[in-house]
């Protein structure tokens, strides 16, 4: 159901992404930072169940995890910013179908970069725990 809604949601951000009207830009803005808010608590969620799961053994390894798990927040963290200031390039001369177009393109690229951001998060830790 939540990600019914997220979809649903999105469908309306990539109809609104570019378009003129200040309201839609406001609606498109709203459900970017609503997928940052997620992505952000989906990481914080990971980084405790990896420490639940697998506790440090001594102080250097708690506080080299804790200086990984902080640059992956302020990785993440630039990467929402980018994403933010970023829109899909909107020429004037483009049509209803052109700016929805590039309302999609905007939308799985911010998606895409999430998903490779969490992959390379998980790789970090797996190196991490390795050596």
Not at 30 to 46: C, F, V
């Amino acid at each position: 159901m939540k990600r019914l809604a997220i979809s649903a949601g999105m469908v309306l951000a990539s109809a609104c992404w570019g378009a003129d009207d200040p309201g839609a830009r406001v609606v498109q803005q709203q459900l970017l930072q609503r997928q940052q808010q997620q992505d952000a608590l989906q990481l914080r969620m990971q980084q405790q169940q990896r420490a639940a799961q697998s506790p440090p053994a001594d102080s250097r390894e708690k506080q080299v995890r804790e200086k990984l798990q902080l640059e992956q927040q302020q990785q993440q963290q630039a990467l929402h910013y980018r994403q933010g200031v970023e829109p899909p390039a909107v020429q004037p001369a483009d049509d209803e179908g052109t700016r929805r177009a590039k309302a999609e393109m905007g939308r799985v690229k911010a998606q895409r970069q999430s998903q490779e951001q969490v992959r390379r998060f998980d790789q970090e830790l797996q190196q991490e725990r390795t050596k």
